[in-house]
Antibody, heavy 123, light 108 residues
Framework: VQLQESGPGLVKPSQTLDLTCTVSGGAISSDSSYWSWIRQPAGKRPEWIGRIYTSGTTNYNPSLESRVTMSLDMSKNQFSLKLTSVTAADTAVYYC????????????????WGQGIPVTVSS | EIVLTQSPDTLSLSPGERATLSCRASQNVNSNYVAWYQQKPGQAPRLLIYGASGRGTGIPDRFSGSGSGTDFSLSISRLEPEDFAVYFCQHFGTSPFPFGGGTKVESK
């Protein structure tokens, strides 16, 4: 499975960041995995934003939950991220990643990751 | 919320040497739910280690993880030129699945 992020690299403050992750090498609809978004400001640690399961169930980082929406488009084998009311603090490289559901585990690591897309919030 | 602190910030070593990186959690965590990732400049993090001893796809056995409670470590038995990178630990047992601040392994 491979993942590829796409979307605008520049977003104005107060607007909505809208990114898509395209999955290749397997169908999301038949893959028992969580599909996550993770961001990493330059020189800092990664931060998990949230995830969506094949059923459409979502879980979000409480620190971002009020501004985040994720969705799936199985016909295009894609999932997406919307982050509203962005500020300069949202400037980061945004990654999508897969967490395969492995029997015997209750939570899962991130593997693989997409190559990442840099997003700058600036007017 | 669990906070992960990695040390040292930078480790300067020569190829062939052994590297030991530390990750300390702010509270006890299940060692089965600690992962390590490698990140090279301009690239996404890559899974190295998950759980007590699992390795990501294609990860050589010179990489190993250990630890329990609040103290965890990643060891690289003999550094290869391609191992010079930044390494992050992560606790994936509970949301929001925090990462450590990273340790840079640089060539001396």
């Amino acid at each position: 499975v491979q993942l590829q992020e796409s979307g605008p690299g520049l977003v104005k403050p107060s607007q909505t960041l809208d990114l898509t992750c395209t999955v290749s090498g397997g169908a999301i609809s038949s893959d028992s995995s969580y599909w996550s978004w993770i961001r990493q400001p330059a020189g800092k640690r990664p931060e998990w934003i949230g995830r969506i399961y094949t059923s459409g169930t979502t879980n979000y980082n409480p620190s971002l939950e009020s501004r985040v929406t994720m969705s799936l488009d199985m016909s295009k084998n894609q999932f997406s991220l919307k982050l509203t009311s962005v500020t300069a603090a949202d400037t980061a490289v945004y990654y999508c990643a897969r967490s395969p559901l492995i029997p015997g585990w209750w939570e899962y690591w991130f593997d693989p990751w997409g190559q990442g897309i840099p997003v700058t919030v600036s007017s | 919320e669990i906070v992960l602190t990695q040390s040292p910030d930078t480790l300067s070593l020569s190829p062939g040497e052994r590297a030991t990186l530390s990750c300390r959690a702010s509270q006890n965590v299940n060692s089965n739910y600690v992962a390590w990732y490698q990140q090279k400049p301009g690239q996404a993090p890559r899974l190295l280690i998950y759980g007590a001893s699992g390795r990501g796809t294609g990860i050589p056995d010179r990489f190993s993880g250990s630890g329990s409670g609040t103290d965890f470590s990643l060891s690289i038995s003999r550094l290869e030129p391609e191992d010079f990178a930044v390494y992050f630990c992560q606790h994936f047992g509970t949301s929001p699945f925090p990462f450590g601040g990273g340790t840079k392994v640089e060539s001396k």
